[in-house]
Protein backbone atom coordinates (compact mmCIF):
# COMPACT_ATOMS: atom_id res chain seq x y z
CA UNK A 1 0.00 0.00 0.00
CA UNK A 2 1.44 3.58 -0.93
CA UNK A 3 1.99 6.84 1.17
CA UNK A 4 -1.35 7.70 -0.55
CA UNK A 5 -3.70 4.71 0.50
CA UNK A 6 -2.55 4.52 3.62
CA UNK A 7 -3.11 8.81 4.40
CA UNK A 8 -7.05 7.32 2.85
CA UNK A 9 -7.07 4.34 5.62
CA UNK A 10 -6.32 6.78 8.18
CA UNK A 11 -8.42 9.48 7.31
CA UNK A 12 -11.63 6.68 6.74
CA UNK A 13 -11.03 5.34 10.21
CA UNK A 14 -10.57 8.46 11.68
CA UNK A 15 -13.53 9.30 10.15
CA UNK A 16 -15.05 6.06 11.34
CA UNK A 17 -13.86 6.77 14.74
CA UNK A 18 -14.82 10.19 15.26
CA UNK A 19 -18.81 9.50 13.79
CA UNK A 20 -18.77 6.38 16.36
CA UNK A 21 -17.73 8.81 19.09
CA UNK A 22 -20.41 11.25 18.46
CA UNK A 23 -23.07 8.69 17.91
CA UNK A 24 -22.24 7.26 21.38
CA UNK A 25 -22.74 10.46 22.94
CA UNK A 26 -25.70 11.78 21.34
CA UNK A 27 -27.11 9.08 19.29
CA UNK A 28 -31.10 7.08 20.37
CA UNK A 29 -28.87 4.74 23.14
CA UNK A 30 -25.87 7.46 23.88
CA UNK A 31 -24.51 9.28 26.72
CA UNK A 32 -27.10 12.17 26.65
CA UNK A 33 -30.22 9.64 26.31
CA UNK A 34 -29.11 7.67 29.33
CA UNK A 35 -28.90 10.82 31.45
CA UNK A 36 -32.10 12.24 30.02
CA UNK A 37 -33.49 8.52 30.83
CA UNK A 38 -31.97 8.93 34.00
CA UNK A 39 -34.14 12.31 34.51
CA UNK A 40 -37.10 10.71 33.63
CA UNK A 41 -36.38 7.69 36.11
CA UNK A 42 -36.24 9.58 39.31
CA UNK A 43 -39.35 12.20 38.61
CA UNK A 44 -41.35 9.05 37.60
CA UNK A 45 -39.84 7.37 40.97
CA UNK A 46 -41.01 10.66 42.68
CA UNK A 47 -44.15 10.26 41.12
CA UNK A 48 -44.86 6.47 42.27
CA UNK A 49 -44.04 7.57 45.80
CA UNK A 50 -46.19 10.62 45.57
CA UNK A 51 -48.90 7.39 44.74
CA UNK A 52 -47.84 5.43 47.39
CA UNK A 53 -48.69 8.02 49.51
CA UNK A 54 -52.00 8.77 48.25
CA UNK A 55 -52.71 4.90 48.15
CA UNK A 56 -52.04 4.87 51.69
CA UNK A 57 -54.23 8.10 52.61
CA UNK A 58 -56.84 6.58 50.82
CA UNK A 59 -56.79 2.95 52.21
CA UNK A 60 -57.05 4.89 55.73
CA UNK A 61 -60.41 6.47 54.71
CA UNK A 62 -61.94 3.55 53.15
CA UNK A 63 -60.74 1.36 56.29
CA UNK A 64 -62.82 4.07 58.41
CA UNK A 65 -65.76 3.64 56.08
CA UNK A 66 -66.07 -0.38 56.29
CA UNK A 67 -68.61 -1.97 58.39
CA UNK A 68 -65.84 -3.82 60.80
CA UNK A 69 -63.99 -0.94 61.49
CA UNK A 70 -66.61 2.06 61.14
CA UNK A 71 -65.89 5.45 62.45
CA UNK A 72 -69.57 6.89 63.03
CA UNK A 73 -68.00 10.14 63.74
CA UNK A 74 -66.28 10.06 60.32
CA UNK A 75 -68.80 8.73 58.76
CA UNK A 76 -71.64 11.59 59.82
CA UNK A 77 -68.14 14.25 58.98
CA UNK A 78 -68.04 12.67 54.83
CA UNK A 79 -71.93 13.00 54.65
CA UNK A 80 -71.84 16.39 55.64
CA UNK A 81 -69.32 17.51 53.63
CA UNK A 82 -70.82 15.53 50.98
CA UNK A 83 -74.49 16.22 51.05
CA UNK A 84 -73.86 19.85 52.59
CA UNK A 85 -76.22 19.42 55.22
CA UNK A 86 -76.37 20.20 59.29
CA UNK A 87 -79.22 20.95 61.21
CA UNK A 88 -80.69 25.22 61.71
CA UNK A 89 -78.47 24.82 65.11
CA UNK A 90 -75.52 24.27 63.50
CA UNK A 91 -72.16 26.34 62.41
CA UNK A 92 -70.37 24.20 59.35
CA UNK A 93 -66.74 25.89 58.64
CA UNK A 94 -64.99 24.19 55.74
CA UNK A 95 -61.32 23.72 55.95
CA UNK A 96 -59.21 23.48 52.97
CA UNK A 97 -57.32 20.23 54.01
CA UNK A 98 -54.42 20.82 51.67
Do not use: C, W
Request: hydrophobic letters at 45%; charged letters at 25%.
Amino acid sequence: MGKHGATALNIVLGGAIVYLAAHAVTGRQGLVAYVDLQAQERVLEERVAALDVEQSRLEARAARLRPESLDKDYLDERARITLAAGSPEEMVFALDQH
